[in-house]
């Protein structure tokens, strides 16, 4: 626990100018609008979500999918399609049982995931 913490108050001071390098930008130019940066009317909503292949982890999936079917719950509400692009079997399973838009999934990736080159 400790080194987790030693590593995540090392990375604050990353954090803090990175965030400050991007507001400088966005606010840099008024006269230029990045497309990325204008406000627009939301139609669609994607969540990448990572959950486990088996169910040893306690209430860690459990409490991933209800937080994430509340959050798409809201967005559903506006009228706002919502896609998930789901890692793991435990998800593909709950969300595919509770009817959520599954748009592409991973499973089987197992302890040492590795990417063909």
């Given amino acids: 626990m400790r080194k987790s913490q030693d590593r995540m108050a090392a990375s604050r001071p990353y954090a803090e100018t990175m965030r400050k390098v991007i507001g400088h930008l966005a606010n840099g130019n008024l006269e230029y609008k990045h497309p990325y940066l204008e406000e627009r ?11 486990t292949d088996r169910g040893l982890c306690g209430g860690l999936n459990i409490n991933l999918f209800k937080k994430l ?7 559903s509400d506006k009228g706002v399609q919502c896609d998930i692009a789901m890692i793991g079997s435990k998800g593909v399973s709950f969300f595919n049982s509770v009817g959520g838009n599954i748009v592409a999934q991973v499973t089987g990736m197992g302890d040492n995931p590795s990417c063909p080159n």
Avoid: I, P, Q
């Avoid at 009317?41 to 959950?51: E, P």
């Avoid at 079917?69 to 967005?75: E, F, G, P, Q, R």
């Fill in 41 to 51: 009317d939301v139609k669609r909503v994607g969540y990448l979500v990572v959950s």
């Fill in 69 to 75: 079917l509340a959050d798409m719950k809201v967005w």
